[in-house]
């Protein structure tokens, strides 16, 4: 039904930039949104960012807001997460998948998932 492959993740230090890319394929990207959540261990998993394919209807979670930017490339099937300032707090596997949002809120769509690419923030 669908297949994400989710990399650019890595070790960065406090206020660093790290910028994360989603390869998507199948009905998966075909979806109105996509975005990428993020869960730490022993964490329940938070949407952090969503993008509809109009480009100029995104969503981010009040925490991260000015420092993430999400875009999605449709013809190459790809979606990114810029970030800047990383925190500490930050710290989480991250993975893109379709999404549903209203503009305050976002929840996954489906249950189709990568492995997620791993950002560590240090202090």
């Known amino acids: 039904q669908g297949q994400l492959v989710e990399s650019g993740g890595g070790s960065v230090q406090t206020g660093g930039p790290l910028k994360l890319s989603c390869a998507a394929s199948?009905?998966?990207?075909?979806?109105?949104?996509m975005g990428w959540f993020r869960q730490d261990t022993g964490k329940k998993r938070e949407g952090v960012a969503a993008?509809?394919?109009?480009?100029?209807?995104?969503y981010y979670v009040e925490s991260v807001k000015g420092r993430f930017i999400i875009s999605r490339d449709n013809a190459e099937r790809q979606v990114y997460l810029q970030m800047y300032d990383l925190k500490p707090e930050d710290t989480a596997v991250y993975y893109c998948?379709?999404?549903?949002?209203?503009?305050?809120?976002?929840?996954?769509?489906?249950?189709?998932w990568g492995q997620g690419t791993q950002v560590t923030v240090s202090s």
């Open positions: 998948a379709a999404c549903w949002t209203n503009g305050l809120s976002m929840t996954p769509y489906g249950d189709d």
């Open positions: 993008i509809y394919t109009t480009a100029d209807r995104t």
């Open positions: 199948g009905s998966t990207y075909r979806q109105d949104c």
